[in-house]
């Protein structure tokens, strides 16, 4: 029971950083485990802790779609997604083109995320 109490708090904790707002989309989610997800910012699988620091809330969207990802590897799978090409190019792909083959392909801007957006970043 203790552990239940824990993990409640903590996700108090995660849902006060930013009022009920999700860290990369900025959409009001609400306090409810169907609505979002404690999102660890750098994934566990590149070393990222479970320390406060390290987790934010995110909708259920954003989080399925960052997955395991950093937040470069995912702005850049965004980005391409975004891209009107006929073909699907991976972010690999990509690099390789532009840098061994010098092929420049019109890639959109970059997204940003709603914690890029604020003036201090949340405690």
């Known amino acids: 029971m ?3 109490s824990l993990r409640k708090a ?3 904790k995660v849902y006060a950083k ?3 707002v999700c860290w990369y989309c900025g959409k009001a989610i609400q306090d409810h485990p169907d ?3 404690i999102e660890h910012v750098q994934p566990q699988r590149s070393g990222g802790s479970d320390e406060i620091w390290n987790l934010v809330p995110a909708c259920a969207r954003c989080n399925t779609s960052k997955g395991g990802r950093d937040i470069e590897e995912w702005r850049a799978g965004l980005r391409i997604q975004s891209a009107d090409w006929p073909v ?3 972010p690999k792909q990509i690099e390789f083109l532009e840098a061994d083959l010098l092929v420049k392909l019109p890639l959109p801007e970059s997204p940003s995320f709603w ?3 604020q003036r201090e970043a949340p405690a």
Do not use: I, P, R
């Open 115 to 117: 914690f890029e957006t």
């Open 88 to 90: 699907y190019f991976s």
């Open 18 to 20: 930013t009022d009920g």
């Open 35 to 37: 609505e979002w997800h």
């Open 10 to 12: 903590l996700g108090q």
């Open 2 to 4: 203790a552990g239940k």
